[in-house]
């Protein structure tokens, strides 16, 4: 996004934006029924006392989510699109609505704690200089999503992750620089990225490093939004001391697979060239979309033979 059209965006922001509004939570839906419920009611408790506004941008869902948003939800935004424009889209409708200090991007499956957002948004104020955090998010297992807390993807490390060697080696940081192994899950961190499925997002950063990428459909936006933050100067922060639990694929992925699992393929082929093609060899960047290719079909043909 170049400077016009930042800075046109940054005025629309400025004057739609009420004094007292906090924190704009934005959420994409997209079948996800039986998980709006929890997610929307656990609210209240994990701002505590932060005035904030709700963004629903519903991706053309045919589970009767609308429907039950606005019978049961009558106060919140409610965004509804045609089609399903995909993950990125769909979020970027929500922050052009957006009026609050802090956005909190949400999925529909996953439950903050109790002060969890709170929690969050009081890291933010007192760290200027922290563009992006993260809560540790737990499966409903209670076990850790290893993905809410990234390295930067580079060849290296999103192989040593594909080939399981991170696994293997979980503190040796020649192979862990995916999902940082080698870090204590309980402790703050600095990172290159976090999930988002939970991410709190200064708006001040917003104003330099504009929307998310819509060349991404659906996966890597994320990690793509937090690289742009930490060339603009800024940090980005992993901080266990907020939880949320996220069930994961519940929502879009899960309603088809087959298309998830093409989108997150293509997504780390788009991010890859974007970001990082220019530094390797013509060789190379050829080796790597065969291996993004090659990964692809396995990955369908193992989902078509198991499911």
Known sequence: MDGMALAYLENIWLDLRPKNMKASVCI???NAKKHLDLCLSSLPEAL???PYETIVVDNHSIDGSVEYLEECYPGIHI???KRNEGYTRAINAALKMAKGDF???LNPDAVPDPDSLI???RFLEKNLEIGIC???????NGSFQKSCRRGIARPAAVFSYFLGLAKLYPTDTRFTGYHLNHLDENEINEVDGISGSC???RRELMYQVGLFDERFFAYQEDSDYCLRTKEKGWKVFYNPESLVTHTGGAGGSGTFPMRSIFEWHRSYYKYYYKHFSGDYPAIFNIFYSIFMVGKLLFAEVKYVLIR
Not at 134 to 140: A, Y
């Open 28 to 30: 994409v839906n997209l």
């Open 48 to 50: 505590d006392d932060v």
């Open 79 to 81: 965004l509804k699109h």
């Open 103 to 105: 956005i909190v991007v």
């Open 119 to 121: 929690t969050l948004i």
């Open 134 to 140: 993260g809560p540790k998010v737990v499966n409903e």
């Open 199 to 201: 991410m709190v997002i």
